[in-house]
């Protein structure tokens, strides 16, 4: 348990039965009335965002989300395995855990799990991920200084956007956030 004047960004508060991170938070004292905290929460699981307001000094129950550095192994169909760098111990994750990261995810990249009472939340990958094209249609003559794009196919799996003067076989920077071609790498 803690009070309002506790809350900082990142913390992970337990509502109802369920997990909001603080994304900001703001201590008002207006001229008349008494003080409270104005909060910006994000649900852990579904990414939901809402403005919740609590009176100063209110006690919240906290939950304890443990952030581990973990290694991705392999996909053994419908989960993926992950294994923890210092205990050496294995998790398997569902996809619907893993969402969207799992177009990026290659063997061997370092990802970090958040844990809540040994049940997985969310897997954090790194911003910005270095993948193989594995297909494209090549460019036309003519079309390599224009700033157009076509469709590619990454190594995982994954379609994204690049650049006409790419090829197949090139090795390609993609943000993981949103999938956004970054650069050769």
């Known amino acids: 348990m803690a009070t309002t004047n506790d809350l900082k960004n990142g913390l992970v508060l ?34 939901k965002v809402v403005d919740k307001t609590f009176n100063a000094g209110t006690k919240v129950d906290t939950a304890t989300v ?12 419908s989960d993926f395995v992950f294994m923890d760098g210092e205990t050496y111990d294995q998790i398997t994750v569902p996809r619907e855990t893993v969402g969207d990261g799992a177009n990026y995810l290659l063997e061997n990249t370092e990802v970090q799990v ?19 094209i594995q297909h494209t249609d090549p460019g036309l003559q003519g079309d390599r200084s224009t700033g157009g794009t076509k469709p590619a196919t990454l190594e995982t799996g994954a379609e994204i956007q690049v ?15 949103d999938g956004r071609y970054l650069g050769r790498a």
């Open 14 to 47: 337990n509502l109802d039965g369920q997990l909001w991170s603080v994304v900001s938070f703001q201590h008002v004292k207006p001229g008349k009335g008494g003080a409270f905290v104005r909060t910006t929460l994000k649900h852990v699981l579904s990414g």
């Open 114 to 132: 958040a844990m809540h009472e040994g049940v997985p939340l969310y897997v954090e990958l790194p911003t910005s991920v270095e993948l193989v």
């Open 163 to 177: 650049p006409l003067f790419l090829s197949t076989g090139e090795k390609v920077k993609v943000d993981t956030r």
């Open 66 to 77: 443990d952030r581990r550095n973990m290694t991705y192994l392999y996909n053994d169909g």
